[in-house]
C-alpha cells in the first residue's frame, strides 16, 4: 500500500499514523444537507467526518419471558425501557468517544436508528463531527444594515 509520501507501507501501525494525517484536512463525508452545511459553515465550524456509534443488547430468555409475563397487564415494561435508554446512551457514548479521536468540537444533524430483532434491540447513532475554524468566513466585521429603532 502507497500513500502520499509514496513509501511503501506494510505495518498496520504505520497505515494508522498515515491515515491519521489525513484527518481533518480534506475531503469529508457527511449527511448534511446543503443547507445545513451551509449553517455549519457560517456559524464558523468545518465538518472534519462522519461519526457513529452503534450497540445491540438483548432481553435474554429469562428476561423476555418475566417482561412477557408482566406484559399481560397493563403498564410500562419497565426492563424493556431500560434496555432502549441503556442501549441509546452506550451507542450515543460511542458516536461522542469517535468525534473525540478526530479532533471534533462538536457533533450535528444526529439522527437514531432503532432497529429490533425478537428480543434483540440495535441503535445506532450517527451525526457530522465539526471543528471550530479561527475566524468564520466573512464574519471579520458585524454591522447593522437597518436600525430597528430609527423612524427615518
Not at 494525517?21 to 472534519?48: A, I, N
Not at 429469562?62 to 434496555?83: N, S
Not at 469517535?98 to 430483532?117: C, F, M, N, P, Q
Amino acid at each position: 500500500m502507497a500513500f502520499s509520501n509514496n513509501v511503501r507501507i506494510t505495518d498496520m501501525k504505520d497505515v494508522e499514523q498515515e491515515i491519521q494525517s489525513f484527518e481533518g484536512q480534506g475531503p469529508f463525508t457527511s449527511d448534511l444537507s446543503g443547507q445545513e452545511f451551509w449553517l455549519v459553515v457560517d456559524k464558523g465550524y468545518v465538518p472534519v467526518g462522519l461519526v457513529l456509534g452503534n450497540s445491540v443488547f438483548s432481553m435474554g430468555v429469562t428476561g423476555g419471558l418475566a417482561t412477557a409475563f408482566r406484559g399481560l397487564v397493563r403498564g410500562e415494561l419497565k426492563e424493556y425501557t431500560q434496555l432502549m435508554y441503556d442501549a441509546r446512551e452506550l451507542a450515543l457514548t460511542r458516536m461522542r468517544k469517535e468525534a473525540a479521536r478526530i479532533g471534533a468540537d462538536g457533533i450535528v444533524g444526529v439522527k437514531l436508528e432503532i432497529t429490533h430483532h425478537g428480543d434483540i434491540m440495535e441503535v445506532t447513532a450517527i451525526g457530522t463531527a465539526i471543528k471550530r475554524e479561527a475566524t468564520p468566513p466573512g464574519h471579520s466585521h458585524a454591522q447593522v444594515v437597518i436600525n430597528a429603532g430609527s423612524n427615518r
